[in-house]
């Protein structure tokens, strides 16, 4: 008896992390939500203690028992997370500091060992603004909100791109390009537009997705300018994500499925069997595509009215930026900055706007068609292009433009618009440029 209750004694006194113990083999971050997700692999179950510290912002995790991996593979920052540093403590316990670029509330969870890996805790990180933009686009949802339209302009910061004979950089025009279809997109009722970057920084392709569907992106436009050996293609084209890179990158959210971000309509791929998860990802790829392949015949059938085609079809490629099983994406190649005519109108203000114009076109055109349910578009049906606010806009006559058609598009009377322009009658050339009146 008396052995038995100095066990019992033992037991009491000996700290918890003498019995629970493992290694931490790593600590990854990704983009989950509008979140930054924290996953801390490791070869046991823990019981994590939590500390928020300001001044600056931390988030301190305390794993008993626990010891860093020689092998560990820490991640250096991103969202929210600046760095990460570790530390064993006087009590033998493990550290985890993650240095915060601003107040954080983080929600814990634990996934047991499964799909390659072992043991697992997930730390999703949400700051007041990133609640404040969730909770308004949720709200927005519900009462009819804008379809968003993510932009993302090709290369940037140490990436250029490709460059025209006379140093025309290709990260330089297709930001000009971003930024001009971003703000014609905000001018139109039940509109949104997100730019993946708004300055000449570098993004990796993968986060050039997550940036879309964090901010709930119905539509994803990455736009370049397209480059060769020869002088001599020019033109612009459009693509979509070829069959072979669509199933890959759904493999690849099958393969990580618990550290993937949720697919558009609410679903965590982490809650469901394989099989499920599966038929799920098949679903929005089949949706996802032929969302594309429609706004892609769109936007290539007004950029025909602006300029060259170089391909009248819709292409299929590889493109990372397109995978997403869940985002519709297409990927415009404005024109070749290789061609010195084409070099010459990308570096043009005025065509550049008529580059943007075009792509708004055919972006209004496709809603249009095929609004999303619970949007504003879906609500008042179809919309007709607006103009600029607060001024009138400029439009440079294109091939096959007419007077009836460029006042529908702008919804401006033809009387408005001839005034406007002091013409007598319904005459235009190609090349001129007209005033479009306030709405």
Known sequence: MRSVLAGILFCCLVPSSVWAGGQLDGVRLSDHEGKTRVVLDMTASAKPKLMTLRNPNRLVIDLPGFSVASNAKIATGRGVVRSIRT?????????????????????????????????????????????????????????????????????GGKDPGASGRKGTREKDVVLAIARKLAKRVNEQPGMKAVLTRDGDIFLNLRDRMV???????????SIHADAVDSAQPRGASVYVVSDKGATSEAAKLLADRENAADLRGGVNLGDQEDMVAQALLDMYRDLTEAGAEKAGKEVLQELGGVGKLHRSEVQRAGFVVLKSPDVPSILVETAFISNPTDEKNLRSSAHQQKVADAILRGVVDYFNKAPPEGTLLAQKGPQKVQGPAGGSQKHVIARGDTLSGIAYRYNVSLRNLRSANGLRNDRIRVGQVLSIPTT
Do not use: M
């Not at 940036?211 to 436009?221: P, Q, S, V, Y």
């Open 211 to 221: 940036r879309a569907r964090n901010n709930g992106a119905d539509l994803f436009i």
């Open 87 to 155: 530390a064993t403590q006087a009590n033998g316990d493990l550290r985890v500091v993650l240095d915060l670029s601003e107040t954080a509330k983080a929600s814990e969870s634990r996934l047991a060992p499964g799909g390659g890996y072992g043991h697992r805790l997930l730390f999703d990180l949400s700051t007041s603004s990133q609640r404040t933009a969730r909770k308004t686009f949720t709200e927005a949802a519900g009462a009819g909100r804008d379809v968003v339209v993510a932009i993302d302009a090709g290369h």
